[in-house]
């Protein structure tokens, strides 16, 4: 008897042509369990999104469908398990890149280093730091964005005092 598939934890938010499309590693379990992306309480992801200007209000994580209306979309490298269940398991390189061909963003944001790491050495490209990377996936141009996890809580973000610096970049480069 085959195996079934795993099913997505939550399903990306995407259409053609988008601003910028972030990518995470995983939803976390708290995300999962509120059936929207980064809902975790100490995930900073909608703030940052507004205070950086993507939008003129901050969004609740109960209107993430919203966010192709504003020019943006939501994916994972891992979307069919859980944060804490991916322990061990290859990120899905090969799905990102299919993805972005098929929705050709204007930008790809990988919502940390960890994320924007595991891409680069699954495509056998130079692990990138944050800011834009110097390789694109496709014709889509690639920014790698301090994470907006709670337990990212630092004084220095390669150089910048606060995660929301980096997020204006993007911002402004859109």
Not at 24 to 35: L, M, P, S
Not at 56 to 71: F, K, M, V
Not at 110 to 120: E, H, M, P, R, V
Not at 124 to 150: K, Y
Request: with cysteine; aromatic share 10%.
């Amino acid at each position: 008897m085959p195996m079934p598939m795993p099913m997505q934890v939550l399903p990306a938010i995407l259409a053609p042509q988008l601003s910028v499309v972030f990518c995470g590693t995983a939803v976390g379990e708290c995300a999962a369990a509120r059936g929207h992306h980064y809902a975790g309480p100490g995930n900073s992801f909608w703030r940052l999104l507004h205070e950086a200007g993507f939008t003129q209000r901050r969004l609740p994580p109960e209107e993430d469908a919203t966010l192709p209306s504003y020019g943006y979309g939501l994916t994972d490298l891992l979307q069919v398990e859980a944060q804490s269940q991916h322990r061990g398991r290859r990120f899905d390189v090969a799905s990102l890149v299919a993805t972005v061909q098929v929705y050709q963003p204007r930008w790809l944001a990988f919502t940390s280093k960890t994320a924007g790491q595991a891409a680069a050495r699954g495509l056998g490209l130079a692990v990138p730091g944050l800011g834009p990377a110097d390789w694109r996936i496709g014709e889509t141009p690639v920014f790698v964005l301090p994470s907006p996890s709670g337990v990212n809580q630092r004084r220095d973000y390669d150089g910048r005092p606060t995660r929301v610096e980096w997020w204006r970049e993007l911002a402004q480069t859109r």
